[in-house]
C-alpha cells in the first residue's frame, strides 16, 4: 500500500513537472515571437511614415450613427400613456488633402444631423414624423503657397449652412487671404485679416454681410484605433460685434472591431444674427414686450452632441 501511494505521488510530481516546463516554454516561444512582430511593426510604421510625408494627395474620413426607439402602450405613470418615440443622428467628417514641397490644398467636410419624434398615439393634434433637430453643413478649401516650412500665404474659401431645414437661410460664405502656420504635425492655424463674410438670409434686417478677420485652427489626427478632429472657426467683423460669430466642434470615434466602433461628436457656436432672428419668431422672448433687438436680445450659447456607434471610412 505504502509502495503504492509513493508511485502515484512520483506520477504526479513527474505530470506537474513536465506540464510546468511546457508552460515555460510556451511562455518562452511566446516572447521570441512577440519581440519578432514588435520588430516587424516598428519597421512597417517607419515606411509608413516615409509613405505619408511623399507629396501627394491624403483622404479619409469618419463619422457616427446613434439613435434609439421606444413604443408606450398604457404606461400610466407618465403623461402620454401610449406613445412611441425615437432619435436618430448620423455625423461624418472627410478630407482631402494635397502636400507639396511648394504648397498645399486642404478641403473638407463636416455634417452633424439628426432627427426626432414623439407621438403621442392619443391625440391626432401631434406630429407622427421624425423632425429634424441638429444641422450642421460645413465645408472648407483653403489653398496656400509655403513660405518656410511652417508658414505660407494662403487663400480660404468656407460655407457652412443648414440642409435639412432652412437650406441656405442663413447661409454663410467666407472668402479671405492671409497666412497659415502649421507649428507641428497636425494642426492647422489659418488668419485671414482681409476676410469678407457674406451672408445669405431671408430676413435682410437681421443678417448683414461684411469685412472683418477670419481665424480657423484644426486639429486632425489618428492614434491606432483613435481618431479625433478639432475645429474652431471665428469671423471678427470689422463693423460690429454683432456681426461676429464663432463655431467649434469636436469628433472622436474609438475603433472596436473592424471598422465599426463608437463615437462622441459635439458643437458650441456663438452668433447673435442668429439669436436675434430666433427671438424674432417666438412670442415675448424678453418677457417685457419690448421688440427684440441687438442692444436686448440674449446671445446664448448654441450646443449640440451626438453618442453612437461609428464606421471609419
Known amino acids: ?184 504635425e497636425n494642426l492647422i492655424v489659418v488668419v485671414h485679416p482681409l476676410n469678407y463674410n457674406f451672408v445669405f438670409a431671408d430676413n435682410d434686417n437681421v443678417f448683414e454681410s461684411s469685412l472683418g478677420a477670419k481665424i480657423v485652427a484644426d486639429y486632425t489626427r489618428q492614434i491606432g484605433a483613435v481618431a479625433f478632429k478639432s475645429n474652431l472657426s471665428m469671423f471678427q467683423s470689422y463693423k460690429s460685434g454683432d456681426l461676429s460669430n464663432a463655431t467649434w466642434t469636436n469628433s472622436f470615434s474609438y475603433t472596436l472591431w473592424k471598422m465599426i466602433g463608437v463615437g462622441f461628436d459635439f458643437g458650441l457656436r456663438s452668433n447673435k444674427q442668429e439669436a436675434l432672428n430666433y427671438a424674432l419668431g417666438q412670442f415675448d422672448p424678453i418677457g417685457t414686450g419690448a421688440t427684440p433687438t441687438f442692444d436686448n436680445v440674449d446671445n446664448d450659447l448654441q450646443t449640440y452632441y451626438t453618442l453612437g456607434l461609428t464606421y471609419k471610412f
Open 1 to 184: 500500500m505504502t509502495k503504492k501511494v509513493l508511485l502515484t505521488a512520483v506520477l504526479m510530481l513527474s505530470i506537474a513537472f513536465g506540464f510546468s516546463q511546457t508552460k515555460e516554454e510556451l511562455k518562452a516561444q511566446k516572447a521570441e515571437k512577440q519581440s519578432v512582430a514588435d520588430a516587424a511593426q516598428a519597421e512597417a510604421d517607419a515606411l509608413q511614415a516615409q509613405i505619408d510625408a511623399l507629396p501627394g494627395w491624403r483622404i479619409g474620413g469618419f463619422g457616427v450613427i446613434g439613435g434609439s426607439l421606444s413604443n408606450f402602450n398604457n404606461w400610466y405613470s407618465q403623461a402620454a400613456a401610449n406613445n412611441s418615440s425615437g432619435n436618430i443622428g448620423i455625423s461624418f467628417n472627410a478630407f482631402a488633402n494635397k502636400l507639396e514641397d511648394k504648397y498645399f490644398w486642404r478641403n473638407s467636410l463636416a455634417t452633424n444631423f439628426s432627427w426626432v419624434k414623439l407621438d403621442n398615439k392619443d391625440t391626432d393634434l401631434d406630429s407622427d414624423k421624425f423632425e429634424p433637430t441638429t444641422d450642421v453643413f460645413n465645408i472648407s478649401s483653403l489653398y496656400g503657397r509655403k513660405l518656410s516650412e511652417k508658414l505660407a500665404a494662403s487663400a480660404l474659401m468656407e460655407y457652412r449652412t443648414t440642409v435639412l431645414d432652412n437650406f441656405n437661410d442663413p447661409g454663410y460664405l467666407d472668402i479671405g487671404i492671409g497666412a497659415t502656420w502649421t507649428p507641428i
